[in-house]
């Protein structure tokens, strides 16, 4: 029993350091068209639901288990139910309890956050636990930053759609630069620390000085801006806090002086940046814009912001309580695409986030999500000031100092972006870290009087659950992308390559059934094989299949993407059936009252109107389709953007062109 114990204390840590360790560096490439975060969330969910299983078996060895502090477990419970409510009660509930495809970040996902910082608090005590933490830690952002700066330099053994050493940016195993610049700056100051207070010999000291100037060129090539102002901004209050702690007001005048002189000589002389960039990204021209608000990602910042605003003032009771729900904010964002958009973002795209913490949280979470987060974080923060202002100024302190800074770049970074799923992960355990240090004495035992039966009974349901949730709801997850991945290699060049495309969809939806995502893919599959099909009973067969989808479908009603193959369906289908004609048409026309700034929409209602030979009306779609479209002269236009916008008005002309043609003629 006494080894059982051991195996089983020794194991929960060996959980926690392999969570913290592989979830940064964990990506499947070429195999999986969602190389990054669907395996990061795959391994991080079935990881912890393994390691709650471990923990709940220790507890029932022991007898025992620890509860860190009661405030902090009522308000991450009140975190918890705030945050499942919105989901549940959201339009969105697809969306907002499993996630949307590219993120992953629903309902579920946001428990194993909860979950993770629960189980390390109540599994993390002593100091040599929290020291084997950062040194993994540091292991893990040593291979990041290795893996950078071997893609920056045209090394890397993989292919990307966008090569690192070609544009400029690296993005590591994190799988966008933005992503990297945030994972590394909140990384950084834990690698000085560990230089002061850790490390005692010189090799290690030297290792740490190399890991450091690695972080710091990986942070540089990441050409992060959000990152960069992050970690310069945690980096000054670091100093201001410190140089308070030790009581040097001349210094702290002198240094905030200098700050501001820097800031409004950056800042006058970004908005003042005439040029942009035409070719790829370099370090100049991104500290150059640094500030640069006009064009680009900084004036889709300031778009996004406007429209989560504007979408606030306008949300019913409901939703400013408890807003959209998780991850569905792409359906709210659809509405606010505006003619400038296609400007600074390629043409006809939207997020699914606002690219500001406290914005998303509010679209996301309502007025409820963000006070429940605000009270929780704002209480650890609270307790955080009590312990610097009573202890003495050990290598503890400094290192709730330390991840203090780390946790004031994380919000400084999301004030202008977002996080990943490797960022929510160190999130919670940094808060999980600081907990386990300041609460220590407020840690106390409680006592488990369970019957063997009862104990036994528990464990059954938790490992029966666990492997359900791992096996249906992660690990399939990863099936469905692999076989996703080999339809879109099949290609739709013949009747026999769109039915191997047709087998592949078919055993990715049979393995996430409730992907809307895959559901819309399925249907592009359809409509671009359609023609291959002669045969009455054949293109039957396909129609059917269009048609049943669309019946099984959810969420259809609000989702922009969606309700467009709806469209395209209905109207691939009014080829033979003109009744599907006015379904079609109804939705083009529901979608432009939705988003009357989307080209796409006017483009093809011209087309069903083509098809119906109403040749003056497919006119009108396509000049007003032109007239909603960005001027190609604008100065604001990159090289990348205008090649989109030229490409996409080429096209609606040269369909222009061959109408009046045909009408002058019939004239």
Sequence with gaps: MLLIKYFYKNLNLFLILSIIFLIPLFFIPEHLVNSFTLPKIVLFRSSVLILLFSYVFKVFLDKKFNLVNNKLIIF?????????????????????????????????????????????????????????????????????????????????????????????????????????????AINIPLTIYALVFLAKKIFYRFFLLFLLFFQFYALIFSLSRAAWLAFLGGLTVGIFIFLIIKRRKRLIIFLFSLFLVLFLFTFNYSSHYSGHYNGYYNVGTRISNLLNFNQGSGRMRINYWQASLEELSQADSKTKLFGFGADSLSNVFVKHYGKEWGIHETINSYPDRSHNLILDILLQFGLLGLLSFSFFVGFIFFNIFKYFKNNEKNSEYWLIFTLTISLIIYFFNNLFSFSSVSGFVYFYLYLALICVIIFKHSRREIEINLSTVSKYLILLFLFIFSLSFIFFKNINLVHADYYYTKSLGAGFSSRDKCLKTFDFIDKGLRYNPDSLFYRKEYIRYNLNCYHYFKDEEESDWIRDNLLDIIENTKEQEDNYGYRLYEARIYSLLSQKDDVYYARAENIYKELIEKSPYIITSYKELARLKMQKGEVGKAITYLK???????????????????????????SINSILNNLEYQQNNKN
Aim: charged residues 15%; neutral net charge; hydrophobic residues 45%.
């Design 76 to 184: 991450l419970f009140t975190l918890f139910l705030f945050i499942s409510l919105s989901s549940l009660s959201s339009d969105y509930k697809n969306f907002s309890i499993w996630g949307a495809y590219n993120r992953q970040m629903g309902l579920y996902s946001y428990l194993s956050f909860f979950l993770f910082f629960f189980l390390l608090v109540s599994i993390i005590k002593s100091k040599p636990q929290i020291e084997k933490i950062i040194y993994t830690i540091i292991g893990s952002s040593f291979l990041v930053s290795a893996y950078a700066l071997i893609q920056y330099f045209g090394f890397d053994p993989f292919s990307w759609s966008e090569i690192p050493s070609v544009t400029g940016r690296a993005f590591s195993s994190l799988g966008q630069p933005n992503f990297l610049g945030h994972f590394l």
């Design 624 to 650: 007003k389709a032109i007239e909603i479209s960005p001027l190609t002269s604008n100065k604001y236009l990159n090289k990348e953007h205008r090649e989109e916008l030229e490409n996409e008005l080429n």
